[in-house]
């Protein structure tokens, strides 16, 4: 089968392997794993670079819009463990099979890889904050000494009845 | 002009490396800061000559300079030292028959001040300017083909493709005599130049030697990664660079903690001692029967120096190595966390005095100060993480090991077991865990290889034994996940407890950023790229190919999926830590707001006499 065919033959099993029911028009959880597979498929060989910039593109939006990265790695293996089950269903040849299987083992491994940088990353900001966060909590700390200082003389003056 | 010593503040370094493919490193190269030479040379020439003529002429050009440096100007002497060399290597390859045709191309650099270099090249090695982050080439390779496209004979676009692209027209040792290019160039402050034999641009992208170049790490450090980019790029040739760096027109950040701040910081090493003990580091567990002064010394005067000459070099490897050490130790005499952190607690909070200390005295200092100590610090709880991490592995294998003992016993004593309790083929260690370590990756997933014939079992192991077999010597970790994929793709009863374990196993101790995190997916990528080719190999029938193939992916995913599972583990506590430090923030605004609100009534019952939360409004005799 070409790659054009293999890829066409995959895309049929998009309503079994994805939730489109739940989800009506809006893409169904894992869809942007299962485009991947697609476009490697379509390409038929290594392409990681292409497939980790698009794969990066489409993970950044789900994790924009609330999505944890535990959820995005949990769709992206339940789409894996259904395509399994549907592939062996849907191809007689063994051949076939083993090119889809192979495939899907690639975009497995690059949403790990994805997944993974942008937990990296946001440690990486998250820890930077921190610091930031920890470097306003010691000027703050100045600030109130100075301010309970303040305070504590205006109140003595104000005892004393000095003006 | 005559050749002076060279000028203070131009950092400089050289690496060179034989590369991935040759076996003798036929380059050469000069890096003498006190004559401000440095020099590049690529030699060739069959039956070894090639690192003879280069040699040969790097001895020579340096014996040139050293003796006629205070005869000559800049330009003649460079000039004249390469014709030395030249002569030399035709003299000695014109003496001997197996040495013919032996020659060897130059680059080379002569300091004339801090802000003046003069350049002379012969051949195809090369100079580049990094200025402002963009790299210029300040050689023209002297090829028969770069030639023929200066006369009009040739367009760019041929050249490219022209089969004699690599024949050099010039290279010192053809000739008695050879024509030498000088450029003279104007250095501003911070700009980089790069020398390099072709094994460097012949592997790598102009634009990824300039982000190197342009990284701002110290030249040692842009050296070696050069040579790393041309050996990730096939390292099919010697490569040798040699980075310059113009003095910078004001110290940076980092160069301020290099030396002001590393002196400051261990100037007050007895006040952070005292800090410390005035904590209450002498009375921690950790110290407990050792002398105040010998445990000060042992843990506190251990860390002041690690965070010295960690700031010294802008690394973080010396309170790294002293966190583990501190660490390790404590756990294997069986010390608990508690005193661990109390410690690492006092040493943090004293650091911070200290460097608090510094800010009063030198605000910019100490401001950077801040930055560098507390990225000290959080390297030494990286260190720390780390440790739990490997200690948390061990009790899991040891409580699973237990755990099944304690099962075998409990079997042995009942004669008949019953059916219902028996799973098929599970090992009791997917029994015990029933709760998942990695949130996401559930037991209850289907079992990949449930019933999968012998047939198709032996297939995983012949596809898993060739690819092993073919996995370079040194790649331990490839080596390691393929034997964690047939680990899980053989086990008979489920791949949980096997996947989670196998993935423990290969995560070990990592840092969480891209240094620790891309080598272990790289080894996945790599593992899944040799079984998807090693299991075309093994004679079996096609359906038995295509189920073992199925059951090495679908091990592969479960790998995969747990390894990043303890990638995201790895990376919660940051965001965690962050939520804390924000609310704390948070907190401290309120309380300053407060203060502020209250600073500004008494201010103006201060101006006004009155006091205007009283009702009445007359002067204020109210008691505070």
Known sequence: ?163 | MSASTPPPGIRVAGDTNVGSVRTTNEDSMIVDPLRGLYVVLDGMGGANAGDIASQMARDAIAEFVMHRRSTMTHRQLLEGAIQAGSATVFAAAQAKRERHGMGTTCVACMMIDPARALIAHVGDSRAYLLRGGRLQLLTRDHTIVEELVDRGLLSPDEAERHPYKNVLSRNLGARAETRVDLVELELKPGDRLLLCSDGLYGYASAEAIQYILGSGDAPDHVARDLIELALRGGGGDNVTTIVLEAPQAVPSGTQMVRTNGAVAWWQRRQRFLHVAKDRGLTKNPIVRGLDPSEALDLVGLSLCQAIFHDLEKSTGVNVWTFAQTLAGGWFERGGDWASLRGMMDILGTSSRVVVDEIRMIDPQLGFLLDIAVSRALVVAELALGGLLAERLRQVDTDLIQLHSAQQETIDGTIEAPDESDTEVGGPTADKFIDRPTIPFLHPDRAITNSGESNEVITAIEKTLTIARARTSPRAELVKQVLSALEAIATDGGGNFATSVLAARDLYGIRTVDDNGIMPLFDALDQARILTASSVHQIQVPELVRARALRAISAAHQRLVGAATGLVLEAAAPFTDKLREAQAKTSELRDQVAKAEKRRAELERKFATGVDPSLPWGSRGTTEW
């Open chain 1, 1 to 163: 089968m070409s790659d054009r065919d293999m890829s066409a033959a995959v895309q049929v099993l998009r309503d079994e392997v994805l939730d489109t029911v739940e989800h009506g028009d809006r893409d169904p959880p894992g869809a942007e794993v299962f485009d991947a597979l697609l476009r490697a498929l379509s390409i038929g060989g290594e392409s990681v670079p292409g497939l980790d910039l698009t794969l990066h593109e489409s993970v950044a939006r789900r994790l924009a819009w609330g999505d944890s990265e535990e959820v995005v790695l949990q769709d992206a293996e339940l789409m894996f463990d259904r395509l399994l089950v549907a592939v062996d269903r849907a191809f007689r040849d063994p051949a076939d099979r083993m090119v889809v299987v192979e495939a899907a083992t690639q975009v497995a491994v690059t949403v790990a890889r994805v997944v993974s940088l942008a937990a990296v990353s946001r440690a990486a900001r998250d820890r930077a904050d921190r610091l930031r966060e920890e470097m306003s909590q010691r000027q703050l700390h100045e600030v109130l000494e100075k301010q309970k200082a303040t305070i504590a003389r205006l109140e003595a003056d104000l005892k004393s009845g000095f003006r």
